[in-house]
């Protein structure tokens, strides 16, 4: 295949997961030893969470019937059962416990504690039904809030929610992403990996072979997901991991398919990341030396990777989203 085409092919795919598709995997680069697929419910849990408001912008709640924190009240929340995409496990837990139908207008958050547990928060909004009011196992009743009323809470964790949700809905700062049907067999972070200079120029790190491709790593049990990004740096450029930091500034999309349970229950993250230089470098004997720049990405060792040079329009769009950090957040609970 030409070079030309090659670098096509790298950029319409880049340009596909800023436009918040997915992309089918060739090969995982970074793999940890005895990797094998996730189960959902056996080694890995996946929580939803929705955020919904009516025209008061008031928030939707529900009361909860567990034993161990009966009364208090939380957004609608539960685990992903097995065979069920993301948004159908969202629709079904907003049913059971509000009594309400809604559908998913973006994902306004993901928080990880390692690729064990993921939480995917949404923000949706009702089509149909009515708020419940006779008590199940689900939840007790749901009510509308308007988040000035006492009200005892089962954690405070869901105000921050809150209020990413009301920031979104009068003023997205990222696009309206929601789950891609591809699967993937581990949890897995693809890395658009950018190396920019005080010029704006701008690099992505490519694995050459088969056919160059952007990264992806699997996720290892004992980090954060976005550690994954941390590996491939480490793999490529061992020199330099140290004298920089590694910087996972959000998801342009995400890839789960339920089609085939215990063996498309992984989840890949398409991440934005960003190679920055550490300010404060030292010497050999932990001296403070000022950093030296040369404005070219630092030197791959790994026969492996290479950089590529992007160009306009693709690099305008990079610098964008990488200045204004416009893309879904991820937050580590680790």
Request: aromatic share 8%.
């Amino acid at each position: 295949m030409e070079v030309k085409e090659v670098e096509k092919e790298v950029e319409e795919q880049v340009e596909r997961l800023l436009n918040g598709e997915g992309s089918e995997f060739t090969t995982l680069d970074v793999v940890p030893d005895q990797v094998r697929p996730v189960t959902l419910r056996k080694t890995v849990t996946y929580i939803v969470c929705a955020v919904i408001f009516n025209d008061k912008e008031e928030v939707l709640m529900v009361q909860e019937a567990k034993q161990e924190c009966y009364k208090q009240w939380y957004l609608p929340a539960g685990r992903m059962e097995v065979g069920e995409s993301i948004e159908a496990a969202l629709r079904r837990e907003v049913k059971e416990e509000a009594g309400v139908d809604c559908q998913p207008i973006t994902l306004l958050l993901v928080q990880e504690q390692g690729p064990q547990w993921i939480r995917f928060i949404f923000l949706a909004e009702v089509t149909g039904g009515s708020l419940k009011c006779d008590a199940d196992h689900e939840s007790l009743q749901a009510s509308w809030w308007d988040r000035q009323s006492p009200l005892p809470l089962r954690g405070r964790d869901i105000l921050h929610l809150i209020d990413s949700g009301l920031k979104y809905r009068r003023a997205p700062w990222h696009p309206a992403t929601l789950p891609v049907g591809l699967g993937s067999r581990p949890v897995v972070q693809r890395l658009v990996l950018v190396f920019t200079n005080p010029e704006d120029q701008l690099w992505i790190l490519l694995v050459k072979a088969p056919v160059p491709h952007l990264p992806s790593a699997v996720a290892v049990k004992t980090h954060a997901v976005t550690w994954a990004a941390n590996m491939v740096v480490q793999e490529a450029m061992p020199s330099a991991y140290y004298d920089h930091d590694v910087n996972t500034l959000g998801i342009f999309s995400l890839q789960h398919n339920a089609s085939q349970p215990g063996k498309t229950d992984g989840v890949c993250f398409n991440t934005l990341v960003a190679l920055v230089p550490d300010r404060v470098q030292r010497n050999e004997d932990g001296e403070r030396v000022d950093l030296v720049e040369t404005g070219q990405p630092p030197p791959v060792e790994n026969p492996r990777y290479h950089w590529y040079k992007v160009q306009n329009p693709l690099r305008e769009k990079l610098l964008e989203t990488t200045k204004n950090t416009s893309i879904l957040p991820m937050h580590s609970l680790f």
